[in-house]
């Protein structure tokens, strides 16, 4: 593995969209590694053991059933151990209330879902390209809603 690849964690209780996902990533680069969890109790599970590479970035789905994506940013924010994790909200919701609450509760970028493979492309390239701790510094209400 190269010193620029990545490791990239998705979690979407949507199996279409959890493939959509994983073209995507593997057209950008190969390789980067990217780890699938269909909800934020698998995601935890794995978080929480010992001895595993962390993640440079979690794509967290809102709408999960077991445990919401919400509840799932606030328990990863709540650990020390995840700090430098960036946390990108990847969602169908545009609710402002949604946005507003993932960004107090510490996410580093607010997706909305892209409807298409072009535009899923471009906005997955563009995030995986941002300099995160550059963008966690100069975190603002202006640079956490991404639109494509």
């Avoid at 950008?28 to 935890?44: R, Y």
């Avoid at 892209?114 to 390209?129: E, G, M, S, W």
Wanted: proline share 3%; charged share 25%.
């Amino acid at each position: 593995m190269d010193s620029s690849a990545m490791t990239i964690f998705l979690v979407d209780d949507d199996q279409d969209d959890q493939q959509l996902f994983e073209e995507v990533v593997k057209e950008i680069k190969a390789s980067n590694k990217l780890l699938m969890f269909k909800n934020a109790v698998e995601l935890m599970e794995h978080l929480n053991q010992e001895n595993i590479v962390l993640p440079h970035i979690i794509f967290l789905d809102l709408n999960m059933p077991f445990v919401s994506g919400s509840e799932c940013l606030k328990e990863i924010r709540s650990n020390p151990r995840f700090m430098d994790v960036s946390v990108a909200i990847y969602s169908t919701s545009s609710l402002e209330k949604d946005i507003e609450e993932t960004f107090i509760n510490g996410a580093n970028i607010y997706i909305t879902k892209p409807n298409d493979y072009a535009a899923l492309k471009k906005t997955i390239r563009n995030v995986l390209n941002i300099n995160w701790h550059y963008h966690k510094s100069g975190l603002d209400r202006k640079t956490f809603f991404y639109n494509v």
